[in-house]
T-cell receptor
C-alpha cells in the first residue's frame, strides 16, 4: 500500500551543525509534500511544504529538497539549535485523496549542546 | 488568529464505553481531517470532512465515525471502546483539503 518512510528513527547532532532528515515516498501520484515538527504533548507543527513541480524550497533555516526520480524528500536544518529537538514527520498528499495526509513514521532529532 | 481547538485535552474511558471528541477549525477553513497517533502505528488517517460531507475515509472499523456541522466544527465518535483505541487523536483544518493544514494539540484518550 501507500507509505511514506523515513530512513532513520533517531538523528543526533551537535548544536550548530546542520541536520538532514530523509524521507522516501512510494506514491508517484503524490503532488504535495509537507514536513511537520512535533514536540512532546503538542500536535504537529507545519515547517515547510513543496509541490511536485519544484525541486527545492527554502524557508528560515530550513530547506526541503524533492527528488521525484527516486521519490525522495529531505529536510535540511541549518545551524541546528536545542529548540529544534523534536520528532519530524514527512507527509504526502495526492490529488485523488483530498484531505488525506499520509505520514511517515517520524525521525527524532536530538540536539546535543 | 485562533488555531485549531480540540476538546477535551485528556480523557479516560472504560472498555465498552463510547466517546465523542470535538474539533473547532480555524475560522474560514472548511476541511477537517482526523488522525490517530500511536507509538506503534504512527499517524493514521481516519476521515476528512468538507462542507458537512465525508469526503475521504481511512481504514478504520465502523466504530469510528464523525460528522461536521454547518460552522465547520467537527466531532468524531468512537463506540464500544477497546484498549487498542488508546491514542492521541488529532484533527487538522484546511481551507480546501488540498494543503495548508494546521493541527490542533490533540485529545489524549486512554481506555482502561
Amino acid at each position: 500500500g501507500e507509505s511514506v518512510g523515513l530512513h532513520l528513527p533517531t538523528l543526533s547532532v551537535q548544536e550548530g551543525d546542520n541536520s538532514i532528515i530523509n524521507c522516501a515516498y512510494s506514491n508517484s501520484a503524490s503532488d504535495y509534500f509537507i514536513w511537520y515538527k512535533q514536540e512532546s504533548g503538542k500536535g504537529p507543527q507545519f515547517i515547510i511544504d513543496i509541490r511536485s513541480n519544484m525541486d527545492k524550497r527554502q524557508g528560515q533555516r530550513v530547506t526541503v529538497l524533492l527528488n521525484k526520480t527516486v521519490k525522495h524528500l529531505s529536510l535540511q536544518i541549518a545551524a541546528t539549535q536545542p529548540g529544534d529537538s523534536a520528532v519530524y514527520f514527512c507527509a504526502e498528499i495526492s490529488p485523488s485523496n483530498t484531505g488525506k495526509l499520509i505520514f511517515g513514521q517520524g525521525t527524532t532529532l536530538q540536539v546535543k549542546p | 488568529k485562533a488555531g485549531v481547538t480540540q476538546t477535551p485535552r485528556y480523557l479516560i474511558k472504560t472498555r465498552g464505553q463510547q466517546v465523542t471528541l470535538s474539533c473547532s477549525p480555524i475560522s474560514g477553513h472548511r476541511s477537517v481531517s482526523w488522525y490517530q497517533q500511536t507509538p506503534g502505528q504512527g499517524l493514521q488517517f481516519l476521515f476528512e470532512y468538507f462542507s458537512e460531507t465525508q469526503r475521504n475515509k481511512g481504514n478504520f472499523p465502523g466504530r469510528f465515525s464523525g460528522r461536521q456541522f454547518s460552522n465547520s466544527r467537527s466531532e468524531m465518535n468512537v463506540s464500544t471502546l477497546e484498549l487498542g483505541d488508546s491514542a492521541l487523536y488529532l484533527c487538522a483544518s484546511s481551507l480546501d483539503g488540498l494543503g495548508g493544514y494546521t493541527f490542533g494539540s490533540g485529545t489524549r484518550l486512554t481506555v482502561v
